[in-house]
């Protein structure tokens, strides 16, 4: 059966037994010395399954395109959705009935082929359309294993720093690992990129754009929310080590001790990150958790007070105007710590 006929030895059976246009096209019995056979069969249950991968797979492409990829907290809802929709390709895929009716609908493409040199019988495509449709799906389910991975990888880091930042932010309780290490940006910029290559060939095939998101915005936005989660994290390790700077720094004040006070309010304000300082982003990794907006406020105001210390360690000053400045920046500090509060 896997056995194609010869062309002419099918040409001379066809006006021997004197068949019509009709005959060939519907696959009417052919039966020939070689021993092959060729027989129109249904492929319905095949067409009903390949429909059903197909819509699973649009609909996910229109969820992706109507989520807000940047967002961290999106990936929590959108994690079981993509596995649900790999999990449906993959049934389709390997179901007996798809493949057994992908091989036929072959089988008769190449038959018909072989008959295209009679009058009237048009060559047929290069590839039968359960075959397009079933290498269409493959390769969308390529590009969303491949975005699933990226998916759970940021959701991954975003769980791990959602739990880190409540205990960092009212009780300084730094996390077990430095948050630096938390975000391997060059790992996950290099998922994304082999996610964008997947798309890329996947759209590549017959109307496979439908079953697909707008793989560029896809990747964009993830790329942004690398960089999202990477600010937060660093607004987090920020929080806590300004914190310290600052009290020590108002130990050494109190002893008298202003170059040293001066030195740690000064590294106070280095360790603050110029990009949240100036982010407008309304994103966040928790939901009860400051966004990179309410940082960018907080750190605003901290960073006032923080110039104040600096300013009420200068020696040339008397100690009431020591005081004065050192008080102004304690209320710029605690207006800061209140951007915070009003988030519990």
């Not at 739990?163 to 690992?177: F, G, K, M, N, S």
């Amino acid at each position: 059966m896997d056995e194609i006929p010869d062309p002419e030895a099918l040409r001379k059976w066809v006006v021997e037994r004197d068949l019509d246009r009709r005959d060939i096209l519907i696959g009417a019995g052919v039966t020939g010395s070689g021993g092959w056979l060729f027989t129109h069969l249904t492929v319905g249950n095949t067409d009903s399954r390949l429909t059903e991968a197909e819509e699973r797979a649009s609909t996910l492409a229109d969820q992706l395109d109507d989520t807000d990829l940047r967002d961290p907290l999106m990936m929590s809802g959108l994690t079981p959705m993509v596995e649900r929709t790999i999990e449906t390709i993959t049934d389709v895929l390997h179901d007996g009935t798809v493949t057994s009716g992908v091989w036929l609908a072959e089988k008769q493409r190449q038959v018909t082929n072989a008959l295209s040199m009679l009058p009237g019988v048009a060559s047929p495509p290069a590839q039968s359309r359960p075959a397009t449709r079933q290498a269409r799906l493959e390769a969308v389910l390529t590009y969303y294993r491949s975005l699933n991975d990226v998916l759970q990888h940021v959701a991954s880091t975003q769980r791990v720093l959602a739990t880190v930042e409540i205990p960092a932010l009212y009780d300084r309780e730094r996390p077990d690992h430095a948050l630096s290490s938390i975000i391997d940006t060059d790992a996950i910029d290099t998922r994304i990129e082999t996610t964008r290559s997947a798309g890329e060939q996947a759209g590549n095939e017959d109307s496979s754009l439908s079953l697909l998101p707008n793989t560029e915005q896809v990747a964009a936005q993830l790329s942004t929310q690398v960089q999202i989660q990477h600010q937060l994290s660093r607004a987090i390790q920020a929080y806590l080590d300004t914190a310290e700077f600052i009290e020590t720094g108002a130990l050494h004040h109190e002893q008298g001790e202003l170059d040293q006070a001066k030195k740690r309010f000064r590294d106070a304000k280095a360790a603050i990150p110029e990009d949240v300082l100036e982010s407008e982003q309304s994103y966040a990794v928790s939901h009860d958790g400051p966004t990179l907006r309410d940082y960018a406020t907080h750190f605003t105001k901290r960073n006032q007070g923080i110039a104040q210390l600096i300013a009420a360690c200068d020696p040339d000053i008397d100690a009431s105007t020591q005081n004065t400045r050192f008080n102004d920046g304690l209320t710029h500090l605690i207006d800061a710590r209140g951007v915070m509060s009003q988030l519990m």
